[in-house]
């Protein structure tokens, strides 16, 4: 079974500074998303990266996938009060697309 | 943007009871899934149903749960005699093709007393 572990769990951060978020994963993927989801709410689909070395971009987050290293990042750029929300990653068997497997999340609090 | 909507959002019943939990994927999606977390966990996968059948199902998902494609667009998930630990959050998902993105719904908060 695939494994997935996030870390940090929790993330306090000041605004303004950058951190990674780290998603490792335990047998082969080719497929890592990240979520986000805020409190009570459903999970927003933020990246899919789909191929070793994808590296995408969206305002102040940037996701990246090393399928040899199986390891995925989420870089936070300057953060902002906004970012707060629990964030994970999921990654998917190889062959066998019919199921999430996902990180236990990071809930990340940006302070003002 | 077509989205999966679910019904109800919040659910309350009593230990032993049974219930439904209800999701409309996105119509040209032919692959279905339900998710379930547990308050403060992660995401855990319990079933995934195509071509009307389960294609996959996780130990979870045992003879108390069970799935349905009444018609050609709900998707519900069954749980016969509700337990305390059944008390989560439960995700509808959908994808047009088995190794395509996975929509998520907006959850059914089961509270199960």
């Known amino acids: 079974e695939l494994k997935v572990e996030q870390n940090p769990l929790f993330l306090s951060m000041q605004e303004g500074k950058n951190y990674t978020i780290y998603c490792n994963y335990s047998?082969?993927?080719?497929?890592l998303y990240w979520y986000r989801q805020d409190p009570g709410k459903s999970l927003e689909s933020l990246f899919v990266?789909?191929?070793?070395?994808a590296v995408k971009q969206e305002g102040r987050l940037m996701a990246s996938l090393d399928t040899k290293a199986r390891l995925s990042t989420l870089h936070i750029t300057a953060a902002v009060h906004d970012l707060s929300a629990t964030y994970f990653c999921?990654?998917?068997?190889?062959?066998?697309?019919?199921?999430?497997?996902f990180g236990s999340g990071t809930k990340l609090n940006v302070k003002p | 943007e077509p989205e999966v909507t679910q019904t109800p959002s919040h659910q309350v019943t009593q230990m032993g009871q049974e219930v439904i939990l209800r999701c409309v994927p996105i119509?040209?999606?032919?692959?279905f899934y339900w998710y379930r977390q547990i308050l403060g966990q992660k995401v855990e996968f319990l079933v995934s149903?195509?071509?009307?059948?389960?294609?996959?199902k996780s130990e979870i998902f045992d003879d108390q749960f069970s799935v349905e494609r009444p018609d050609g667009s709900n998707f519900t998930l069954k749980i016969r005699s509700t337990k305390l630990e059944d008390s989560a959050m439960y995700f509808c998902?959908?994808?047009?093709?088995?190794?395509?993105?996975?929509?998520f719904g907006p959850g059914t908060r089961l509270t199960v007393t």
């Open positions: 119509s040209n999606h032919l692959y």
């Open positions: 047998t082969t993927s080719d497929r």
């Open positions: 990266l789909l191929s070793n070395g």
């Open positions: 999921a990654a998917q068997v190889r062959y066998n697309f019919n199921k999430f497997y």
């Open positions: 998902a959908s994808s047009r093709q088995e190794d395509y993105e996975q929509y």
């Open positions: 149903f195509y071509n009307n059948e389960i294609s996959e």
